[in-house]
């Protein structure tokens, strides 16, 4: 089955093109294509929801912020990746923390581009390297502050440790044992006791606590 893909993009060629990569070279779908955000949310259909948007920044009526801001306001578990021409760690911060599972160059290599999607649809998000340095700089999580690692559970450490190396709550389970269901309840108190929004929140606690070397990390592609 072919994964379910909307593109958000004021600029039709770059669109166009970028559908005939996502369709002639990955196995994907396109189901909605939208110039903007009011675009996209007029003609959005619950009843068909896709495994990846892939959301321009800069547009008119409505921007990719805004556009992000609603979307997962009302449907929290979206993955959402942002496209733009403007690499600015900042924004890049920004866009994390507000939700995005990633954020792309336009001008992304389009091999490293696929790999990176299938990252997103079957792991949740794709951080490479320099987003998880901006994101530990800019802290854009609640500081951790009085906790300790010991504070948190050895089992706790291993599923953290391999939720930083992007494996999925199965591939998890299978290697240490436990259910799917156990893992995502690890998952939970994890971002309880670190007092972490998203996965972000958590490689930023791993990265702070010594718990993950972001030289360990598979993000690079």
Known sequence: MHNKIILVDDEKLFREGLKRILVEFGDFMIIQEASN???????FDENNLPDLILLDLSMPIMDGIETLKSLIQIHPNLKIAILSSHFDGALIVKMIELGAASFFAKNED???LIVAINN?????FHYTDYIIQLLRSKMINAKVTGLHAEEITTREIEVLQKICAQKTSKE??????????TVEGHRNKLLEKTNSKNIAGLIIYAVENNLFKINQSPFNI
Do not use: T
């Open 37 to 43: 955000g009011k675009e996209l949310l007029k003609n």
């Open 110 to 112: 389009p091999n490293q």
């Open 120 to 124: 997103i649809i079957n792991k949740g």
């Open 172 to 181: 998890i389970a299978d290697e240490l044992f436990i259910s799917p269901r």
